[in-house]
């Protein structure tokens, strides 16, 4: 199975409109509310892939009981780890008519030193199942600002392998641990390394400690940097819809590529069009299985010309 930790679980709430207007009255055409943040989105994707998965992070108060309910209602496998402070919710109002989404974030609870030090008591438990685990999304206040670097070191020590989709210091910190993927997005990669170039800022982390690189670039697809070559991965065609799990369901590919072994060109052209397929679906977490299957055999995927090597002081990973 695979593992998958969302530190600041949410409850999403899906507001769907025509269209968006500021500083007025906007009516909801529809509502809808399901356990979200990250690495659920992921769980529910490798669900629905058909492949094992294991939920796991932190929920309380009445919020966190409600995403627990969903997580069931799903048929997700649930090993959250109850805390004292009230999980958070998101908002995404969608918008019909032009197919853009705005998201409002809260949050999140504190978590206490106690209940972080049970945490990796708790997940240093479930390691020995998992064929990898996932370690995305925002961290919660309270855990410090290394907990990925920390989670990562227990996967290791555990043999499993790791795939870190995090931002700013939570992801610096994270690669001196050593992950075996990381997936950016362009916004990301720019933050970490004061890079414009996402071709150069890919060649940055993985010099500083990620085994592979793959970058997402909307749009333009995807760029990947691994051991074994470089690559661009394109969608045949751009879809409109709701792209908040776009990214969670590219981590889903990806991360089942790596447990499969499967070559790098297959992974890609799978990771492209399943997101492709989840901006195509309502909710985050979702993909259109249609779409998919007609995608997935048009990607686009090639490889990069070489590269001199990267010299590593250009960038500083702790700065």
Not at 126 to 141: T, Y
Not at 142 to 163: I, K, T
């Amino acid at each position: 199975m695979i593992l998958t930790v969302t530190l600041n679980a949410a409850l999403d709430v899906t507001y769907r409109i025509d269209r968006l207007r500021p500083r007025g009255s906007n009516r909801v055409r529809a509502t809808a509310e399901r356990a979200g943040g990250k690495g659920v989105n992921v769980s529910r994707v490798l669900h629905a892939l058909g492949h094992p998965s294991v939920v796991t992070g932190l929920v309380g108060g009445p919020t966190g009981q409600a995403i627990r309910a969903e997580l069931a209602a799903a048929g997700l496998t649930d090993r959250m780890l109850p805390i004292a402070g009230e999980s958070r919710r998101t908002v995404a109002v969608v918008e019909e008519n032009v197919g853009d989404t705005t998201i409002l974030l809260e949050q999140g609870p504190v978590v206490g030193p106690e209940e972080w030090a049970r945490f990796l008591d708790h997940l240093d438990e479930l390691l020995p199942e998992a064929a990898a685990v996932v370690l995305s999304g925002s961290l919660p206040r309270g855990v410090p600002d290394d907990a990925y670097a920390c989670l990562l070191g227990l996967a290791r020590a555990r043999g499993v392998p790791a795939v870190l989709d995090a931002d700013g210091t939570a992801l610096r910190a994270g690669l001196s641990a050593g992950p075996a993927l990381i997936k950016p997005n362009a916004d990301e990669l720019a933050a970490a390394t004061g890079l414009t170039d996402p071709v150069a800022a890919a060649r940055a982390l993985h010099a500083a400690g990620a085994g592979a690189v793959v970058a997402s670039l909307g749009a333009d697809g995807l760029i990947a940097v691994t051991p074994q070559g470089s690559w661009r991965a394109r969608s045949p065609e751009r879809l409109v819809g709701n792209p908040t799990g776009a990214g969670d369901a590219a981590v889903a590919a990806l991360t089942l590529g790596l447990v499969t072994g499967a070559p790098w060109p297959d992974r890609l052209a799978e990771a492209v069009a399943l997101s492709a397929a989840a901006v195509a679906a309502p909710l985050a977490g979702d993909f259109d299985p249609d779409v998919h299957r007609a995608l997935r055999p048009r990607v686009d995927v090639q490889p990069f010309a070489p590269f001199a090597p990267f010299a590593a002081e250009e960038f500083n990973p702790c700065p």
